[in-house]
């Protein structure tokens, strides 16, 4: 599996930003996926997942109510719509891909096989 993330930047606070994660090599029906970050001085944390069926949605708790995570089966890219933006969103964005099913298990970092590279998200006035 191969995952090319995209769509990071710099944007002002209360500002949105979508992430995108094409996925290639494998199917999206086949794979669970997860949004990582990893700000400067920090370990890297999971934001988001979505099971492979794509019923199932996490989210971290400083995130709930802001972001979203979806899938576009057709086009094979797992979306990461980020509203109200604070500084301490600011970091290295990452996807990543599983083939566990059940949504309890994507919350650990262990879980995931496949990451694909980051993407800058600056928060900053």
């Known amino acids: 599996v191969q995952l090319q993330a995209s769509g990071g930047g710099l944007v002002q606070p209360g500002n949105s930003l979508t992430l995108s994660c094409v996925v290639s090599?494998?199917?999206?029906?086949?794979?669970?996926l997860g949004w990582f970050r990893q700000a400067p001085g920090r370990e890297r944390e999971i934001v988001a997942a979505?099971?492979?069926?794509?019923?199932?949605?996490w989210y971290t708790d400083p995130v709930k109510r802001r972001f979203t995570i979806s899938r576009d089966v057709d086009k094979s890219t797992v979306h990461l719509q980020m509203n109200n933006l604070t500084p301490e969103d600011t970091a290295v964005y990452f996807c990543?891909?599983?083939?566990?099913?059940?949504?309890?298990?994507?919350?650990?970092?262990?879980?995931?096989?496949?990451w694909g590279q980051g993407t800058q998200v600056t928060v900053s006035s």
């Open positions: 990543a891909a599983t083939r566990r099913a059940i949504l309890s298990s994507l919350t650990s970092q262990n879980a995931y096989d496949n």
């Open positions: 090599g494998r199917t999206l029906g086949d794979i669970s």
């Open positions: 979505i099971s492979r069926s794509g019923g199932g949605t």
